[in-house]
């Protein structure tokens, strides 16, 4: 059983950074992607960014591409995404999440691929 335990996060002004890290535990010999989703009110869960190994392959959804960025610790047990230029649309939960699946490297990021979440951090952007 892998736990997740997710930091940062917060309220920023559009335009703004923010940091969000998360460090897995227990079982983490089973960690092949880390990663990040979020969810909007009355909105589906996207998946943002995924990061395989140490540096790490990444992949973006198209709405992250160019102002975040996903980097991964030596270790492989820490991750932390990076959020650039905020904008009011970005504004969500954010869940930490751990896949150990084979596929995740090489596959969209879908949620049936992450068996394992953290309990979400709000980040809120004004305008």
């Known amino acids: 059983q892998v736990h997740l335990v997710e930091s940062g996060g917060g309220s920023v002004e559009a335009g703004g950074s923010l940091t969000l890290s998360c460090a897995a535990t227990?079982?983490?010999?089973?960690?092949?992607?880390m990663g990040w989703f979020r969810q909007a009110p009355g909105k589906d869960r996207e998946g943002v960014a995924s990061?395989?190994?140490?540096?790490?392959?990444?992949l973006y959804a198209d709405s992250a591409k160019g102002r975040f960025t996903i980097s991964r610790d030596s270790d492989e047990n820490t991750v932390h995404l990076r959020m650039n230029s905020l904008k009011p649309d970005d504004t969500a939960t954010y869940y930490c999440?751990?896949?150990?699946?084979?596929?995740?490297?090489?596959?969209?990021?879908?949620?049936?691929?992450?068996?394992?979440w953290g309990q979400g951090t709000q980040v809120t952007v004004s305008s």
């Open positions: 990061i395989y190994g140490s540096p790490g392959r990444a």
């Open positions: 999440v751990v896949s150990t699946s084979a596929r995740c490297p090489f596959s969209p990021m879908k949620p049936e691929l992450y068996s394992y």
């Open positions: 227990d079982d983490t010999f089973s960690v092949v992607c």
